[in-house]
């Protein structure tokens, strides 16, 4: 059965007509080509799909506000009906360039091969645009949800 959505995706206004069993994740890689979205365990266990739903919103300096951090291969398409999505390719600026945290990965050589870097990002956007100071064991437990099969 399909159902027309719609949804705000990187701060552009999106309809898709999607099936109602169709995750997020596939709605996003393969309707939309936002390729940052990765499949990997497909089951909500690697964080790799992870991306922002509502909240979402950029201050003047391309900086994420707030947003809640989702693994978009058990979240359904349907239910991001009437949401604002982010996505990695969301965080760029308007000419390109990238938003702090990104460029923090970059600078501090935290990235690899890059397939769980963009829900890693996203998570470190949450975190960040949360405002809360957190211990490093409430920091571990934030990102614990991310599996790099680079490292570990």
């Not at 206004?13 to 497909?42: H, P």
């Not at 690899?112 to 956007?125: K, M, S």
Request: hydrophobic share 40%; aromatic share 4%; net charge negative.
């Amino acid at each position: 059965m399909l159902k027309i959505i719609s949804m705000k995706v990187n701060g552009k206004q999106r309809e898709l007509a999607v099936d109602v069993r169709e995750s997020l994740a596939d709605a996003l890689r393969n309707r939309l080509a936002l390729t940052s979205v990765k499949k990997g365990c497909e089951v909500g266990e690697c964080g790799a799909c992870t991306v922002l739903v509502d909240g979402v919103s950029v201050d003047s300096c391309n900086v994420l506000i707030n947003g809640e951090a989702f693994n978009s291969c058990i979240y359904l398409a349907v239910w991001a009906d009437g949401k604002s999505i982010l996505t990695v390719e969301g965080l760029q600026g308007e000419n390109g360039e990238l938003n702090p945290i990104q460029q923090a990965f970059i600078d501090e050589a935290a990235v690899q091969c890059g397939f769980c870097t963009p829900g890693l990002i996203l998570t470190a956007v949450e975190i960040v645009g949360s405002g809360k100071l957190y211990t490093r064991e409430e920091l571990r437990k934030l990102i614990s949800g991310h599996l790099c099969r680079c490292t570990g």
